[in-house]
């Protein structure tokens, strides 16, 4: 009940494509859901969240889409560009009051010019 | 900006060392925490510290023991280190809750 399950392992997309990562969980009691980016050679970074009060947020190119009653949640990136090629998390926040989070099993994006 | 060092970037032991990993956050943040990355698992939480000399096991503490003196740093501890511990070691703060974690480059370590 503590996983949070993401695909793709890996994704390839061509320059100005869209880019969707999934990420599916099962305790509803989970209450924050950041993605992470990271660029090889360095430590993750967070790119945006999302609480489950609201069913999408964008910044910029980023994209979370949150669907409660499904448990799923999913990162697009419109346009990807070749420096968006990096490796992306998926986290969730379990319902205790920490700042504990349990992270995906990675995607590792690559955008072709 | 934030900056979380990890003072190693490549280490090499040998099985049944003892091997510190240390880590400094320089935010004066409250929580610090350690994470272990391996290919098609993810981060997985070691231990994680709230404050000094509080610790708390995260997912995967078997192995490993914290150390946590001063505010601004976190050390890692394998006892008696093993070949399954090769991995690389992620170490993060946050100030607060929901507040983002700030993560350290990490070190990469091979254990003989």
């Known amino acids: 009940q503590q996983q949070v399950k993401q695909s793709p392992q890996s994704l390839i997309v061509q320059k100005g494509g869209i880019s969707i990562i999934n990420c599916a969980y099962e305790n509803t009691a989970f209450d924050y859901f950041p993605w992470y980016q990271q660029f090889p050679g360095k430590g993750p970074a967070l790119l945006i969240a999302?609480?489950?009060?609201?069913s999408e947020k964008k910044e910029g190119r980023f994209t979370i889409s949150f669907n409660k009653s499904a448990k799923q949640f999913s990162l697009h990136i419109m346009d990807s560009q070749p420096g968006d090629s990096a490796t992306y998390f998926c986290?969730?926040?379990?319902?205790?009051?920490?700042?504990?989070?349990?992270f995906g099993t990675g995607t590792r994006l690559q955008v072709f010019p | 900006d934030v900056k979380v060092t990890q003072s190693s970037r490549y280490l090499v032991k040998r099985t049944g060392e003892k091997v510190f990993l240390e880590c400094v956050q320089d935010?004066?943040?409250?929580?610090m925490f350690w994470y272990r990355q391996d290919p098609g698992l993810g981060l997985r939480l070691i231990y994680f510290s709230y404050d000094v000399k509080m610790k708390e096991k995260g997912d995967i503490p078997e192995g490993y023991s914290v150390s946590r003196e001063k505010k601004e740093r976190f050390s890692l501890i394998l006892e008696s280190a093993s070949t399954n511990q090769t991995s690389m070691y992620l170490c993060?703060?946050?100030?607060?809750?929901?507040?983002?974690?700030?993560f350290g480059n990490g070190t990469r370590l091979t254990v003989t």
């Open positions: 935010m004066d943040h409250e929580n």
């Open positions: 999302i609480r489950p009060d609201v």
């Open positions: 986290a969730a926040r379990p319902p205790y009051n920490t700042d504990k989070l349990i």
């Open positions: 993060a703060s946050s100030p607060s809750q929901y507040s983002p974690l700030h």
